[in-house]
Structure formats: C-alpha cells, structure tokens
C-alpha cells in the first residue's frame, strides 16, 4: 500500500554531456530534458499571465469531472479562493490541483503547464521568499547545524528505479516539487511496503542538504503554509538537483536511495551542460531555448501548440512576438513546410523592424533564415538576397560577430554549391576558416 501523497516523480541524468561548445541539436533527449526543467520557470515567468488560459484549463477540469461533485467542489473552491498566498497549502492538498500539475511536469505537457503556469511561478516565488529565512534559522540554530536531513517515500516504476542505479554518483533532477518529510517513519510509511511491487517498487529517499549561503535552487519548511499544519516537511522547488550517492536495497522490498543536494554556483558537474551551451543561452531568450529543447526531443506537437497560445496571449507591441514567430518558422521547417515557415520569418523580420529597428544581430539572424527558406524552395536568387543583407548588416555594423560571420558565409557557399558556382561556393566556404576555433 502506497501513501496517498506519492510525488510521480521524472527522474534524468545531468551527466555525460559533450565538452566544449555544442549546438543545442546535438543533445540527447534526456540530456534536453534536463536543460528544459532547469529553464521552466524562468521561461513561463517572461510570458504574461491571463485569466483566459487558466479559466480555459478550469473548463476543461470540470469536463474531466463532470460525474465527480468533490472534484467539481474543489475546482469550484479553487476559482473562488485561491491567491499566491495559499498556494503551498494548494499544492499540498491532496485534490484536482496536485495531481493536475504533477502530472502535467511528468509528461512535459507544456499545455496544461502554460495555462496553470500562474501556479507554477507562485509556488516557486513562495519558495524564494521563503528560502533565506529559513536558511538563516538553520545557521542560528543553537546546535549550530551544518547540515539538513530530510526523507521523501515513494513507488517508482522499475524503468525509474534502473534509471537511478545507472547514475550512482552523477546528477540527477527530479522534475517536480519535492516534499520531503523531518521524519524518516513517514516517509518509510509513504514508501509503502512492496505489495504493489508487480506494478511499482517502494523506493525510501534519504535526502542530505548541506547548509551553504548559495543554493541553485529555493527549498524550505512548509508546515505553517501547508493544507496540514500537523506536518513537518520541506518543499524543493522544480528542478532541484542532487547528488546520488547510493542505491542498495533497505530490506528485501524496500529500496534506499541516498541523495546530497547540489548547492555550489561553481559545481562543474552541475554547470557545465549550461556552459557547454553558454554562447547560446546568453544570447537567445527563454522562449527559443525552450523551443528548440523540446524540438530536439521531437515534441513537435507540444511545441507548436505552446508557441501559438504564447502569440495568443501577448500585446501586439510585445517584443517576444518576434522570438515567438521565429519559434514557429523553425517549427515548419522542422516539419519541412517551407512556405510557412517563410510566412512566419517574414512577419518576425517585419516586427523586428517596427519594434526592434537597431536589434541587428536579430534582423541579420531572421534574415538568414528567410535566406535559408528560399534555398530549400529552390529560389536561389531570393536567398542569396537576404543572406548578402545579412552579411552587410554583420560586416559593417556589428562586431565581435565570428560566429554569425561564419554561418552566413557558409549559407552563401551553399546556395552557390546549389547553382554549381563552384569556385564561388569554395571562396565562400573558405572564408569561415579563420573562425573555425568557433564554429567548430
């Protein structure tokens, strides 16, 4: 038997990705993963909230429901009471509002995330206001604390579980909020006994927090704030990262995993996939990146959706519209239908320019793109057009653009290589060597 508040965790490694500068593309699907719920929150944070979506979701709930009163009581209860303030004691009520949002964060269904993402952002800012208080009242403690231990039950399913015995001593995410128990007996008691074992294995977390002044991550004591003020547990925000230590076996249905929270702005292990990446996420918004991590995990349904409500919902004088627009001329080229993708890129270069006439590294990058569509179109006189615009653009006014240089250099060979200008397409792609320290 399981205890009724079993967090239906996803867990991926941190670990093993490529060293050096990489493209986002070359990612795997569980390293992608990773990336995408450590960005999640600051994404849905960029875009405005509305009383649209999250009314829209509450229709579709009480659907759902529809033969169910205490559902529809709690949906009705929800629309009426709930406020940023007593968002942890919604999140910690056993109802609709905890297995909707759990859910939706196992199976990255960016839909219901972006429509509840007013709770997401309030659960994780209540955890930031939270955070420091709680962290100095373990600092003052009079037995002067140097590290917090917490325990956390719960079934896993037998892929899960060899998921985790595969990464012993690497980083894992759980991609959820983690509640975690002060007391190591509830949590045995959530972890269950194993009779359900044909189905899930009862898996006991041993959490150790060391307390440090910077963590990557908000966490702290919830009891006051939660639906039950009888118990004693702390709640780790999305996207936490810990350090496995071990996974042996506590009795012979009952497995004990021990995790170490990763706290150092500096651990390599912990950092180095977003380094690897640093030249890219510095200078692309939240919205793309998670756009091209989910692409890259080849949600392309997920993703399409996620950006039309994203357009949606935003002012038209709103400069996202442009990140937004370049998201779905991407997403048709992924999908191979260029005239729209080239429709799409059109209208961002068009909002660029209205909103963002001195964006040049944009309006040289959107045009490329337009340069690119054309080629695949076979319209090689148009794309050598946009892509000699953006090379003007980037030649002339910007500068400490190698990068840039380099891509439209080679886009410029290509579609010469297309028209067997061959001596062209070899000057062309002979210029982008000096940068190939870069590129490659």
């Known amino acids: 038997m399981f205890y009724s508040r079993t967090i239906p965790i996803s867990i991926v490694p941190s670990l093993n990705f490529p060293t050096g500068e990489i493209p986002l593309q070359n990612l795997n699907k569980e390293q992608a993963s990773f990336l995408w719920y450590q960005l999640l929150i600051k994404v849905l944070k960029r875009i405005p909230s509305t009383s649209v979506s999250h009314n829209d979701l509450l229709t579709k709930c009480r659907l759902e429901h529809s033969n169910n009163n205490i559902k529809l009581g709690e949906i009705q209860e929800f629309e009426d009471t709930y406020n940023s303030d007593n968002v942890i004691a919604w999140y910690t009520r056993d109802a609709f509002l905890y297995r909707l949002i759990n859910k939706a964060l196992k199976e990255k269904d960016i839909i219901v995330m972006y429509k509840f993402r007013f709770v997401l952002i309030d659960l994780h800012d209540r955890l930031v206001q939270l955070h420091g208080a709680y962290i100095n009242s373990l600092k003052s403690h009079e037995s002067t604390i140097s590290e917090l231990v917490v325990f956390h039950g719960q079934g896993l399913t037998l892929t899960e579980l060899q998921n985790l015995k595969g990464n012993i001593k690497g980083r894992i995410s759980m991609n959820s909020f983690l509640v975690a128990s002060t007391s190591r007996e509830i949590a045995l008691l959530s972890a269950g006994n194993g009779s359900g074992r044909q189905v899930v294995e009862s898996v006991f977390f041993e959490i150790h927090c060391p307390i440090m002044n910077y963590f990557t991550k ?31 076996t506590l ?5 004990h995993v021990k995790l170490i929270l990763c706290n150092n702005e500096n651990d390599v292990n912990l950092n180095g996939p977003v380094d690897n990446l640093k030249s890219y996420i510095e200078n692309a918004p939240e919205i793309s990146i998670l756009t091209d991590l989910l692409l890259s995990m080849n949600e392309i349904d997920k993703v399409k959706h996620f950006n039309y409500m994203i357009l949606k919902d935003l002012p038209f004088d709103h400069c996202d519209r442009i990140h937004v627009q370049k998201n779905i001329g991407k997403i048709c080229l992924f999908e191979g239908n260029y005239s729209a993708a080239l429709k799409h890129f059109k209208q961002a270069l068009q909002i660029s320019r209205k909103l963002r006439p001195q964006d ?6 959107i045009m490329n793109n337009i340069g690119y569509v ?3 179109l076979c319209n090689y006189s148009q794309s050598i057009k946009y892509h000699r615009k953006a090379l003007q653009i980037q030649k002339n006014i910007l500068i400490n653009n190698d990068f ?16 067997s200008n061959y001596q062209l397409a070899l000057n062309y792609h002979g210029k982008p060597n000096k940068f190939e320290s870069i590129v490659l």
């Open 360 to 365: 040049f590294s944009s309006i040289s990058s």
């Open 404 to 419: 840039e240089l380099a891509t439209t250099y080679s886009n410029l060979g290509v579609v010469h290589m297309c028209l």
């Open 251 to 255: 009795t012979d249905q009952l497995w």
């Open 374 to 376: 054309y080629k695949e």
């Open 218 to 248: 908000p966490f702290a004591h919830i009891q006051q704030y939660s639906y039950s003020k009888t118990k004693d547990e702390i709640l780790f925000s999305i996207g936490t990262v810990f350090h496995l230590a071990f996974v042996e």
